[in-house]
């Protein structure tokens, strides 16, 4: 799992060319998270619920979070550097711009059509980043 999902995520990261507009920038980024929170949705739900039983699957299956969180803390760390963004943890404004689509995509995966809205991924990914990036400018 480690493995598979660590270089898997990381070569598709670096992949996004992360070097224009802010919004457009993170709103790759945000398509890039909805697509693999949805992939991995069922399989997320699964660890989720396992993982209280196997302390050593916590472990492995933090590691994928854990370093996208950590290129996108560098990419917002970036922009702050620039004087484009404000200056805030940028550990704690990744974790946030993630915590939009894995909330998400926990609450579907769990409660399916109850937590679904009418916006497509699409749209609602566009909302999610134009709150994140609204938040964020200077």
Known sequence: INQKATQTDADEFLSLNLEGDYREDMLRLGRFMMRI???RRDGMRLILCEAAHFPELQEVVGQAPLQLRDM????????IDAGDIVSRDPQVMAQGFLGFFFSYSIAFGFLDQTMALESSLDEMTAEFVDLF???TLL
């Open 37 to 39: 929170m949805q992939e």
């Open 72 to 79: 996108i803390a560098n990419y917002l760390q970036q922009r």
């Open 133 to 135: 990036v609204q938040g």
